[in-house]
């Protein structure tokens, strides 16, 4: 089994940044992609961003295209997003997501990520 925990989230004013962690821990031999994905209220989960396993390729949502910046740490079991700034409609839970299989690309489909960390709450106040 793979266990995927988020950390970092918090309640910041507009304008404001944080930093997400992710650390994978258990059978995670092998390549495997990462992203982060976030759900708002009354609405579906996003991807946000995501990493190919070497860490020089990644993808971002439009929305966060130059504000967001996901990186891996150098033992590849860590994933961060760096927010910056922050604004109210990046309110949501976002969560790690991790595709432990062959593939070392960037995974932009939610259906292919296999393992999901429970989530961590972002608040954005105007």
């Known amino acids: 089994q793979v266990q995927l925990v988020e950390s970092g989230g918090g309640l910041v004013q507009a304008g404001g940044s944080l930093r997400l962690t992710c650390v994978a821990s258990?059978?995670?031999?092998?390549?495997?992609?990462m992203g982060w994905v976030r759900q708002a209220p009354r609405k579906e989960r996003e991807l946000v961003a995501a990493i190919d396993w070497s860490g020089d390729k990644t993808y971002y949502k439009g929305s966060v295209k130059g504000r967001f910046t996901v990186s891996r740490g150098d033992a590849k079991n860590m994933m961060f997003l760096e927010m910056n700034p922050l604004i109210p409609e990046d309110t949501a839970v976002y969560y790690c997501?991790?595709?432990?299989?062959?593939?070392?690309?960037?995974?932009?489909?939610?259906?292919?990520?296999?393992?999901w960390g429970q989530g961590t709450q972002v608040t954005v106040s105007s």
């Open positions: 258990g059978r995670t031999f092998g390549t495997y992609s």
């Open positions: 997501a991790a595709d432990l299989g062959l593939f070392q690309g960037v995974r932009l489909e939610l259906d292919d990520y296999n393992y």
